[in-house]
């Protein structure tokens, strides 16, 4: 798994994101070829990278975060977990990231941990800037469980 996210860094470029998908197993060489087909069907997909039981694969920032509700059901997802950028904001206690690129519109949950807050620890860090490149687990293609974040900046 270390190794798959180290692939998925070093293809990861300024104008793309990266998901990586977890599953419990992978039968066989068709299983992951039919994987690959699926994610390099998908739109704004740059590059697949597939080991035993997972997957890495870069989107065009341009491109929506998919649900990925097509995949093959016998790989059984465990995750999806993505790392992007986009602009933060909040309403309450509600935060929502706007992704760069897309305009798409996700919501930023905390873990379950309960002594994780870590939409309480973002709000501390916006102090006049709300840009930032989150990472976490994606739940049904519009929410974001967040796991961490780092301030990021880019031209308009």
């Known amino acids: 798994m270390m190794q798959l996210a ?3 860094a070093l293809l990861a470029a300024e104008d793309t994101y990266t998901v990586t998908l977890t599953f419990e197993k992978m039968h066989c060489d068709e299983c992951k070829a039919e994987l690959d087909t699926t994610l390099k069907k998908m739109q704004g997909v740059k590059t697949v990278a ?3 039981n997972a997957a890495a694969a ?4 341009k491109a929506a975060v998919p649900a990925f509700n097509r995949l093959p059901k016998d790989l059984k997802l465990l995750s999806a977990t993505v790392s ?3 602009t933060v904001s909040f309403a309450g206690d509600k935060a929502t990231l706007a992704a760069k690129g897309s305009g798409q519109t996700l919501g930023l949950v905390n ?3 309960p002594k994780a ?3 309480a620890e973002l709000k501390k860090h916006l102090g ?4 930032f490149q989150v990472t976490g687990q994606i739940v049904s293609g519009k929410a974001i469980v967040l796991e961490s974040f780092q301030a990021a900046d880019w031209k308009d």
């Open 111 to 113: 873990p379950e941990q």
């Open 58 to 61: 870069t989107f065009e920032e």
């Open 50 to 52: 597939i080991t035993e």
């Open 117 to 119: 807050d870590k939409l």
């Open 128 to 131: 006049g800037k709300n840009r």
């Open 6 to 8: 180290v692939l998925a």
């Open 84 to 86: 992007l950028r986009g």
